[in-house]
């Protein structure tokens, strides 16, 4: 291979002759056969689906299903590893020991950097010193695994309370430790949160499901117009609706199929619907939260639900409180497995694995793509290894249990690529409407919406400079058309 060759950026119809075996052959071997073991200096980039999840040799009670490649359970493709069948279940992978967690495979050329590893280990040595310091610190205590008191939960923002690695302090907790219970704090949340990628305009009254009504029976809203009518300063809902100020963040669909699994369990769930208004001021006010569980005669008599609106004193403030607790319960959930896992790690990997046995790294697009795609395979893997598993520290921690998952399989059944885009992705929901005139091509309906302030921006430089650097090599719509890969760059 020429000393210089990967320092040049080429259209395959602009390749020299002479540098077209070296091309060439340099995909295929990243290719190589789809079968074997995959070794730590191998720079395969395979496809394979998500059977290492489960542990089954371990116990069947770890057994999880294969995702992807069925319509039951679709999912992105990650990079083959080429490992062993599990012995109690073929269908899965053979499963690494935890203290060997860095030997899985993943490319050679996505392998974290030095600097980067350092960084990883010093962040997981520290997670680990947070999460079992208060445990340590509770010896003795016989709700070892909890905290007794929101005042547990504040001491691990103190400084100098004994015991506890200390977390930076949340801006909203600063001035007033009771701020977060707010219900402004809570609508503020979705649109600067942690998860503020959900919520919706309401389009209809009362809200409905799109669950199989043959399986799961009636699951429409219960919240009636009484509940909310009141609360909307003078507008009807339909007026409310038309001049775009209802939304809604529903996590009631998604979570209903597994409540009854989960509720079976140490863990209790709802699933939830949230309805908020848009007020003149440019808060949005949470009106109902309405919580469900599946009917105690069987999934197709619908939803036991109970509605419950904002309170300021007694029983009933407690029991709003407890309501936004569960919704954030949920939000938690959701950020974790879908925003963050499937729609931000796992339906990128794919792109990284394509782009490796499709585009020479003379590509310009090859060149653009590279940088971004930097470590991803190999946190994935590590993910998969360390984290996501059966009985790992995610089904630990968030809601689904064994279940998440399966819950992020469903999820992916409505990921679509082109609504990917940030201002299609707006659009989609309901929270922003297409603009020419305006400066990104959409209008916000929630001004002081936050996430989407900033990510617009954000989405425009991207879009600008790509725009600028795909056209210094196809000057034309033409230019497009002509650079059709030869045989082996078109193979899969």
């Not at 649109?191 to 209809?204: D, H, T, W």
């Not at 639900?305 to 959930?333: C, D, H, M, R």
Request: hydrophobic share 35%; charged share 25%; aromatic share 10%.
């Amino acid at each position: 291979m020429p000393f210089s060759y990967i320092e040049y950026v080429l259209l395959p119809s602009e390749t020299p002759e002479a540098w077209r075996w070296y091309r060439e052959a340099e995909l295929l071997h990243l290719r190589r056969t789809g079968t074997g073991k995959l070794e730590e200096s191998d720079r395969v980039y395979d496809y394979d689906v998500y059977k290492d999840f489960g542990d089954p040799d371990n116990s069947p009670l770890l057994a999880r299903p294969v995702l992807g490649g069925s319509t039951q359970y679709p999912y992105p493709r990650r990079g083959r590893t080429g490992r062993p069948p599990s012995k109690a279940d073929p269908k899965s992978e053979s499963r690494l020991p935890q203290i060997t967690s860095f030997a899985i495979y993943s490319p050679r050329d996505e392998k974290f950097s030095p600097l980067k590893l350092k960084d990883v280990l010093s962040n997981a040595q520290k997670a680990m010193a947070q999460l079992f310091s208060p445990q340590l610190a509770a010896i003795g205590d016989v709700t070892l695994n909890e905290f007794n008191s929101f005042e547990d939960v504040l001491k691990v923002y103190e400084p100098g309370a004994p015991g506890y690695h200390k977390y930076p302090i949340p801006h909203v907790v600063r001035a007033d430790k009771s701020a977060w219970m707010s219900d402004e704090e809570f609508g503020r949340e979705m649109l600067a949160g942690s998860n503020p990628v959900c919520i919706r305009s309401l389009k209809e009254f009362p809200p409905t499901s799109k669950l199989d009504p043959k399986i799961y029976g009636d699951q429409t809203s219960k919240i009636t117009r009484e509940q909310i009518q009141s609360q909307l300063g003078g507008l009807t809902i339909e007026k409310a609706m038309e001049m775009n100020r209802l939304f809604i963040l529903n996590y009631h669909d998604i979570v209903m199929p597994y409540a009854r699994k989960l509720n079976m369990t140490h863990s209790k769930i709802y699933a939830s619907r949230t309805v908020l208004f848009l007020q003149n001021d440019g808060t949005l006010k949470p009106l109902a939260i309405e919580l469900s569980l599946p009917h105690p005669d069987g999934d197709q008599f619908g939803a036991i639900s109970k509605v419950l609106t904002p309170a300021v004193t007694g029983v009933e403030y407690g029991l709003w409180q407890i309501a936004k607790a569960f919704v954030s319960i949920n939000e938690s959930g959701v950020h974790q497995l879908i925003s963050h896992w499937l729609h931000t790690h796992a339906s990128v990997e794919p792109f990284v694995i394509a782009t490796h046995r499709q585009l020479s790294v003379l590509h310009p697009i090859y060149k653009l793509l590279h940088p971004h795609f930097r470590d991803i395979m190999h946190i994935n893997a590590l993910a998969r290894q360390a984290i996501l598993h059966g009985g790992g520290i995610v089904e630990r921690t968030v809601f689904p249990g064994p279940h998440s998952m399966d819950l992020t399989s469903i999820a992916y059944r409505d990921w679509v690529f082109p609504d990917q885009a940030l201002p299609a992705e707006l659009v989609k929901r309901g929270v922003a409407v297409e603009d020419p005139a305006s400066k990104h091509g959409v209008r916000l309906l929630i001004e002081d919406y936050t996430y989407a302030v900033d990510s617009l921006e954000i989405w425009s430089a991207i879009k600008s400079w790509v725009h600028d650097y795909t056209s210094l090599y196809y000057k034309t719509d033409d230019a497009v058309l002509k650079d059709s890969p030869s045989v082996v760059e078109g193979n899969s």
